[in-house]
DNA sequence: CGGGGAAATCCTCGCTCGTGGAGTAAAATA
DNA sequence: TATTTTACTCCACGAGCGAGGATTTCCCCG
């Protein structure tokens, strides 16, 4: 017989048509760096999910810490949301900010970025420092029109330590009582102590 | 010449004396976990700041599992300290509860254990149980004198995620207003809101 | 005083990881 | 059409990991 066995291996050499890899790739390792951290997302299991050869990851990003500032940065737009949520009506602001923040955690398009950001920065310290540049940055397109005493200052990060315990009790532990609750009436229940935070005495 | 060249490697077998070996991996493997969270912290790093042989680990604990296991449960009583800050007036509960939670957060002893579980918990799921765990038990506790209601519950929850979410801030990612205040003040500022979630209209 | 068990070491196995080198095929450019 | 750039693969290295077997030494109890 002498059949020739195919080697089943993968062809090498470039595709044709005008393959979205890259973007397969971005996806994958979103997907991957939401579910486990920077740590446990392998480059290798980002390649796997993605089709493809590791080897190919490096050859477009480099190594693995570019990697991930690309998927983080490349993906959302997380300051300008909240920024945007700031405009209004001072007396509802707590609430606009609440809904914003907790909705930015329900989209899919966005929750696998914040995923990543937390579960890598709580144990990563270069992760740490990419969400706090991206928490500088929100500060810093308020201080536009506001005034940054350190009283205010004080203000608006306890009330973002607040959203974030919230966000983290409801999607990455899942806390029971919390987890279950809808969106509007999670909002419903925290955006009081929030706009107390910003605004009461 | 042939002099014995001394192998300079520490001698194998048995210690004289009663050394506490034993608690110096635990207190290295506090020590760790709480640094790099539950993969992150490898059982022969823990070896080495105990000043041990990787295999000892084994030998005391088993497998890593069962060596994070042991470090967590053995070493504090987290959900008792809580339950006794609820004992007293219900008008100032609010504040009772916060300081006795992020004075938790402040001493050497108690610290690293929640850094462990925050740090693990949020990339491990086995890790996340525990925790949860934890949070059970600290509901079991309350429940002898009060009827746990879906409202009640949810209260509890919502100030939990609170505290959680200040401690987090404060001592994992160290977000720097709220990393800086002093331990008073903090309380100051957030006991308010926890009054509101557990008593409040 | 002798033997068993506990405390401690060493070395090894099989695995996964990130990185990097070398090669191939297709597309883009000249 | 010839050449260069780009997309893609295979293979290997060196390191670190958790687990476990083999061995040595000491303490304690009979």
Do not use: C
């Amino acid at each position: 017989m002498t059949v020739e066995q195919t080697p089943r291996k993968r062809p090498t050499g470039r595709r044709g048509g005008d393959s979205g890899t890259r973007d397969d790739i971005l996806d994958a390792a979103r997907d991957l760096f939401a579910e486990r951290g920077y740590d446990g997302a392998s480059i290798r299991a980002i390649a796997m999910t993605a089709g493809v050869d590791p080897a190919l990851i490096r050859h477009f990003f480099g190594d693995k810490d570019n990697l991930f500032a690309t998927t983080v940065a490349d993906r959302t737009a997380i300051p300008q949301r909240i920024a945007e949520s700031l405009a209004g009506d001072l007396d509802t602001i707590g609430r606009r900010v609440t809904d914003a923040y907790l909705r930015m955690w329900e989209e899919d398009d966005t929750r696998p970025v914040l995923l990543s950001l937390v579960r890598s920065a709580v144990t990563s310290d270069r992760a740490a420092e990419m969400l706090l540049e991206i928490l500088g940055s929100r500060a810093r397109s308020t201080e536009m029109n506001a005034d940054f005493t350190d009283e205010r200052m004080r203000r608006i990060a306890l009330a973002a330590a607040h959203l974030f315990g919230i966000a983290v009790a409801r999607h990455v532990i899942k806390i029971p009582p919390i987890a279950e609750l809808s969106h509007d009436t999670l909002v419903d229940d925290v955006s009081p102590a929030i706009q107390r935070y910003l605004t009461g005495t």
